[in-house]
């Protein structure tokens, strides 16, 4: 991996010293031109992977290229739309309960299997099943296990109930449906891994129908003609799997692949910036459901001080980060939920970059004294940490020096490592046998967060790696948890939030922006705050821009 | 020779079960574990408990000497086990569908470089220190120190982005299935013709400079001075008497490297996307997947040994002295 992300750089350094900078407009606008086509059927849509699927049944995988894959041969009984709401897919409408407790769908009647059979209430209750058999190796059986009782009141009904009101019980039913007649003796078996539908034969519900999966080679997938909505236009998806990003490029620049959200931000900046690319490909951006944090172990005394951490904030200057290291395409983070979306809350505290607050905070908290070197002394020891990253992030290895040399104003002295992914997590991580990192989270698309701030999460295998304990935070994370009203939810997550940034546990930093690129001839790509992936079923190529007739 | 050959292949098991046992071991001290790729590590949604309960379900709560003891039962009955990738599927299986790639491209370099590096090995000790000898050895060093990462990636730049004429990456076309009969056949080599290249120009340097040296010891023993005192054309004296004595050492060396046929270079692999062995074998590292690095490395020791025990019984054939030491100490 070492060695590719060597060629990645290489490449980078050829193409820039390849092509004279340009200066462009970003695409071609047509866009209002482009709103008016009528869509229509055909095309093949070429895609690139990073990595291999693992398997067809996405319940017991994580990969995010399975979930790729798997969600369009699958579908939940909910999805997200444009502006993140959940709204129907195979559940025509549902109602709850005052009490949060109760939950009724109405399944669309017109929902297929791939193999002609209807999807009933039947296919619900065998995935709930499926899901919380303790032989199913699935990483998302915690949802499930909320659930009372489930019952098929008629083939379109189900009633789910739940033993205390759970705020991510709607989302969890986007979880991907599974066929109760194909299924059912492996799971009872606990050998769902080895059904041949996790391998060559996966029957779903979604908008593609599985045709081929070459290992470690592609992924191949035919339009649904039956599909239960709109769509799907393009009748054909090859999913290419190439391991290394720097042949991605390549391969867009060779018109080899048609999309790809692999991009590097100066790959996606400056070296696709010349009117051939700017031609052949729509760039679309937009914050990705992940940020970046510089992080503290709080069982450390020095850290434990919010002072310090507070004095860090200051020091740090957040807009030249993004620049530094992401060119600019990055938002800055003031908590651990992304800006825009309904649960965000931009009246927190914040910390613009100002040493002289830093140095008075420092100074407050007893690091008042310079030795020799410089370093603020407090006690006969000097200011000095360790900060840990993984290996294989350039982004996060940047951070790092650039945190290193902010804190050197200051007087803090800052040795860097960088550690194997795998070691990290397991040597460091979590046995906390750490003093400072800078690391990322992935945000889910519910706001619970329990199980990263709570104080009863500190386990080995639990995520509150450092350590935080704050009594109002854990009520705020049960409160939200247990209301599944959204109103009701935002005063919790808003008081969360005002109290993190307050605190400043971790140093929030930036969320990355996705980066993805589409061919122009694909027309109906929107992006919205939820990407765009959204409206992947209206996505078409008009019939004179077809390229390839096959399939 | 039939005791010899006993003796060896008694030696052999446990060899052969001390490496396992050692890379075994090795395998399961790095930090990590096959689980949390499983989950997706620091994943927010998987619970500790679900982890506890493959580590079960995988045989990874047990301690380390009766986890080797049932990979090794279900070893001696040839049962390499199942990934512990989702997937799920027989370690076998995964070695078989990528193993005729890697072989056939390791096979065809192999060829291309034997092809290559023998005549220039002979030319440049024929003609030592020519203006010939002195521009291969700077090719091929070239070829040597190139890393190959680079050399691939500027050749698709060329090739594939400026030029058009060769495909970028892949094995083949997404039309393939629609394609003439011939038309599969040179898509299917255009894809090859990068990689192989790439890899053909790094491994030309070892083979061609053992050939020179072992060339230039040949034509100065005295046999090749009878034999152009006999006065026989230099041609056949070079490529009769010298050539046929200076290929041992490059057969024996093309012997130990039949193991290395299996073994996919990950480097080329990565950058043209292919699946071969080498890929899997990276995978299979990072997401410490035990049985199927355990497997692929049974496989390969199994092949070392086999091909040194070859070697060694070819050496007793060819060399009376081999033979008779033997026969001597018993």
């Not at chain 1, 620049?253 to 790959?267: E, M, P, W």
């Not at chain 1, 750490?434 to 639990?462: C, M, R």
């Not at chain 2, 094995?171 to 898509?187: A, G, P, Q, T, V």
């Not at chain 2, 790094?202 to 050939?211: N, V």
């Amino acid at each position: 991996m070492i060695v590719l992300r060597a060629a990645v750089l290489v490449v980078l350094a050829l193409a820039a010293a390849a092509c004279t900078s340009e200066v462009g407009s970003g695409t071609g606008d047509d866009g209002a031109a482009r709103k008016t086509v009528r869509p229509v059927y055909g095309d093949t849509l070429i895609e690139a992977l990073l990595g291999d699927i693992q398997g067809l049944i996405p319940n017991i995988t994580s990969d995010s290229a399975s979930h790729t894959i798997g969600n369009l041969i699958y579908s939940g009984l909910v999805k997200r739309d444009e502006s993140l709401r959940l709204v129907g897919d195979l559940a025509e409408s549902w109602t709850v309960s005052r009490d949060c407790r109760n939950m009724t769908f109405q399944l669309k009647k017109n929902a297929k299997w791939h193999d002609g059979r209807p999807f009933t209430a039947d296919d619900v209750v065998f995935t709930y099943q499926a899901m919380v058999n303790p032989k199913t190796p699935t990483a998302y059986k915690e949802d499930f296990k909320a659930v009372e009782s489930i019952e098929a009141v008629d083939a379109h009904t189900v009633r789910v109930r739940y033993a205390r009101p759970y705020a991510k019980a709607l989302q969890s039913w986007s979880t991907t449906m599974l066929p109760r007649h194909l299924l059912e003796s492996y799971v009872t078996e606990g050998r769902l891994r080895e059904a041949p539908q996790n391998r060559e034969s996966p029957v779903g519900t979604g908008p593609y129908r599985f045709k081929e999966w070459r290992t470690g080679e592609k992924v191949v997938l035919t339009a649904n003609r039956d599909y239960y909505d709109t769509g799907p236009y393009l009748s054909r998806l090859v999913y290419r799997i190439i391991p290394s990003q720097a042949t991605i490029f390549l391969e867009l620049k060779a018109k080899g692949i048609d999309s790809s959200s692999t991009l590097t931000a100066l790959q996606y900046k400056r070296q696709t910036d010349y009117p051939a690319f700017r031609r052949a490909y729509q760039k679309f951006r937009y914050p990705s459901s992940a940020y970046t944090y510089f992080g503290f172990n709080l069982k450390d005394p020095r850290f434990a001080d919010k002072r310090v951490r507070q004095a860090f904030a200051y020091a740090i200057s957040k807009q030249e980060l993004i620049e530094g290291v992401r060119l600019g395409l990055g938002r800055e983070a003031t908590g651990p939920y992304k800006p825009g979306t309904w649960v965000y809350n931009p009246n927190v505290k914040r910390y613009p970059h100002d040493l002289e607050r830093a140095r008075q905070l420092l100074a407050e908290a007893g690091w008042r004294e310079k030795n020799g070197d410089g370093l603020l002394v407090k006690d006969g020891k000097p200011f000095t940490f360790t900060l840990m990253t993984n290996q294989g992030n350039d982004e996060r290895k940047k951070i790092a020096e650039l945190i290193q040399a902010s804190l050197r104003e200051l007087g803090v002295g800052v040795d860097i490592r960088i550690l194997e992914w795998a070691s990290f997590i397991k040597e460091y991580i979590k046995k906390r046998r750490f003093e400072a990192i800078v690391l990322g989270w992935g945000i889910g698309l519910d706001p619970d967060q329990y199980e990263i701030w709570h104080s009863s999460k500190t386990g080995p295998d639990d995520l509150n790696h450092i350590s935080y304990a704050n009594p109002e935070v854990d009520e705020m994370l049960e409160r939200g948890r247990s209301s599944c009203f959204e109103d009701e939810r935002k005063k919790y997550y808003d008081r969360l939030q005002e109290i993190l940034a307050e605190d400043q546990p971790i140093v929030f930093l930036y969320f990355p922006d996705a980066l993805p690129v589409v061919a122009t001839r694909v027309y109906g790509v929107v992006e919205s705050p939820n990407g765009i992936g959204f409206n992947f079923t209206e996505w078409f190529v008009p019939r004179s821009l077809q390229r390839y007739t096959a399939g | 020779m039939f005791w010899y050959v006993l003796r060896r292949v008694l030696i052999a098991v446990p060899l052969l079960l001390g490496i396992t046992f050692i890379s075994f071991l090795v395998i399961h001290l790095a930090p990590g574990d096959p689980v949390d790729f499983h989950t997706g590590d620091l994943s927010p949604d998987s619970s500790a408990q679900a982890k506890q309960m493959l580590r079960k379900q995988y045989g990874l709560d047990k301690p380390l000497p009766v986890q080797y003891w049932n990979w090794l039962i279900r070893l001696a009955r040839l049962d390499f086990g199942r990934s512990f990738a989702p997937d799920g599927r027989p370690v076998l299986q995964k070695i078989g569908e990528r193993l005729p790639i890697t072989l056939m491209l390791n096979v065809v370099e192999m060829a291309i470089i034997l092809l290559f590096a023998v005549p220039i090995g002979v030319l440049s000790a024929t003609r030592q220190y020519s203006r010939f000898d002195k521009a291969t050895t700077v090719f091929v060093f070239m070829g040597f120190a190139t890393p190959d990462f680079w050399f691939a990636l500027l050749l698709i730049l060329l090739f594939a982005v400026h030029l058009g004429w060769l495909p970028a990456s892949g094995l083949r076309d997404i039309n393939w299935e629609y394609l003439s009969f011939w038309k599969r056949h040179w898509d299917f080599l255009s894809h090859l013709i990068l990689p192989i290249g790439v890899a053909t120009f790094g491994g030309l340097a070892g083979f061609s400079r053992y050939m020179r040296q072992s060339m230039l010891e040949v034509v100065r023993q005295d046999y090749i001075q009878s034999a152009r005192a006999k006065g026989l054309a230099e041609r056949v004296v070079i490529g009769k008497h010298a050539l046929r004595n200076a290929m041992l050492p490059i057969v024996t060396i093309l012997g130990l490297s039949l193991p290395g046929l299996i073994g996919g270079s990950v480097i080329v692999e990565s950058i043209f996307a292919i699946p071969g062995m080498g890929q899997l074998m990276v995978q299979s590292v990072f997401q410490r997947d035990y049985p199927v690095i355990m497997g692929n490395l049974v496989i390969v020791s199994t092949l070392t040994l086999v091909a040194n025990l070859l070697a060694d019984v070819a050496y007793g054939l060819v060399d009376p002295r081999i033979r008779l030491g033997g026969r001597r100490r018993q």
